[in-house]
């Protein structure tokens, strides 16, 4: 299941309108995933601290690093009309 998943993934990022309606979506769940995963290792903290860093260093983190990956195939998207994605994706991919 997780290999059709991805495989779905991988092929919907060719296609520029799947890939940007993806990214759309995905940057606020990448910033939803971060903390959490922050959060769940921070453990025995000050409360106001482990929040602080699962917000800050695991949301912030993840969604910065989204939004960069999303702006650039979105600069792809307009400057080459969607041809210039694939070459973005592959490297990406890899």
């Known amino acids: ?3 059709v998943a991805t495989l779905i993934e991988i092929v919907a ?7 940007n309606l993806l990214d759309t979506i995905a940057i606020p769940l990448a910033g939803i ?3 959490l995963v922050m959060a769940t290792t ?3 903290l000050n409360p106001f601290i482990s ?3 699962a917000i800050i260093a695991g949301g912030g983190t993840a969604a910065a690093i989204k939004t960069a ?3 650039t195939r979105l600069v ?3 400057t080459t009309p969607g041809a210039g994605n694939f ?3 592959f490297l990406e991919t890899l």
């Open 87 to 89: 070459l973005i994706t």
């Open 76 to 78: 792809s998207t307009t």
């Open 69 to 71: 990956s999303s702006s």
């Open 42 to 44: 921070v453990v025995g």
């Open 13 to 19: 990022y060719y296609i520029p309108i799947i890939d």
């Open 33 to 35: 995933a971060g903390t």
């Open 1 to 3: 299941m997780l290999w």
């Open 51 to 53: 929040c602080t860093l």
